[in-house]
């Protein structure tokens, strides 16, 4: 483990290399192991810091650290914040960049002993790990003037529960405190109790193209609801018109653009925004599609295509002709909203033409008819 820490970079070789070290102590292989794929899985996906270890669960369920510094924002002078659930330590790391001293709760005694040596390899002095559950009897400190939270979605090894109400610490036991500034982070599609929907905004963080979680505020001054796209800093919170009060529009009839709302929008309830910004209509109330007859500007919010035919209905042997006609090669996407199929089924029954020009495919219903939009992609991904 000090070898893997020290090098800050863990190979398949130095993972070979502590399989045959660890031959002869049984207890501590499988843990070892495990740390050298997680903290290899942590570099795949951007979570790695420097001389920091990772469990395989600690990579999948730890904070990009670019969300994490945005989290910690909010804090910034705050005397002593009180984290809930520890796991790797990114969002420790980041409120004690920012704030005097972190108090921080964490249930399972190798995550404590592991995030223990993450704030050790970074230099981290301002940071106390309690290792205990944080339960409705637990009390903070007295000085404490913030709290941070990120309860397990998993209540047993093997199932990701998306009800607030299997949530471990429960939200309860957190946001009783309301007198305090207070984040939890939970996941953008999660059920959520309606007395903390009551209690609380909800802010949805985009990263990259992803959704990638849902904060609750409480006693923090946010929208009741909005989005945030990182990196960038773009926020996004009106709401008004409704997509039924806005006028459908039909894209057999002039309407050479569809723009694709970004998933933050979308899972924020914010389609009729993004709308708006575009100048688009919505292809039906209920699908995030919008059309217009002019080419919307660029905007991190959402996605710009060129629609270059519309067919009714979904007809795949109709895809099949449309594909050879328009020269679309096998690196064309195919999207869906409001189709049951599955793209991907689909793709392996097109034969698509040697050529050096992807298309997309897009699959949709507009009121109780399908349609089947051919366009091109206008602007970067």
Known sequence: ???????????????QRATVMLAETAELRPLVLDLAVGTLQAQRLGKGLEGWLFTSRM?????????????????TGSTHVLEICTGAGIDTQALAAVVGQVTTYEADPATAAVARMNFDASGLTNITVVEEA??????????????????SR??????????AADYLPSLDSILRLHHLPT???????????PWAEERCTSEYIGFGRECRERILWSGIERP??????????????????AVSDLAVADPAVAERYLIEPHNAAIAAGLVPAVFALAGVRPIDPLIAYGIGGEQ?????W???????????????RRIRERVGELGFNSRTEIKKRGWDGDPEVLRTKIDFPKTEHPGVILLTRRGDAHLTIYARRRGSR
């Not at 990579?59 to 804090?75: K, L, M």
């Not at 009741?224 to 018109?241: E, F, I, Q």
């Not at 959402?302 to 795949?316: A, L, M, Q």
Request: glycine share 6%.
């Open 224 to 241: 009741k609801r909005c989005a945030t796209l990182l990196p960038g800093h773009h926020h996004l919170s009106v709401s008004d018109p």
């Open 296 to 300: 919307p500007p660029p905007s991190p």
């Open 59 to 75: 990579a999948e369920q730890a904070t990009h650290p670019d969300i994490a510094r945005y989290h910690a924002e909010v804090f």
């Open 1 to 15: 483990m000090q070898q893997i820490r020290n090098e800050g970079v863990v190979t398949p070789a130095m993972a």
């Open 302 to 316: 959402y996605e710009i295509f060129e629609v270059v035919r519309v067919d009714t209905g979904i007809s795949e």
């Open 183 to 193: 984040g939890v982070k939970v996941g953008p599609g999660d059920s959520i109790p």
């Open 154 to 163: 998993r209540p047993d090894a093997n199932r990701r529960s998306r009800i």
């Open 134 to 151: 944080w339960t409705s009897e637990s009390q903070p400190p007295q000085d404490v003037d913030g709290i941070w939270a990120d309860p």
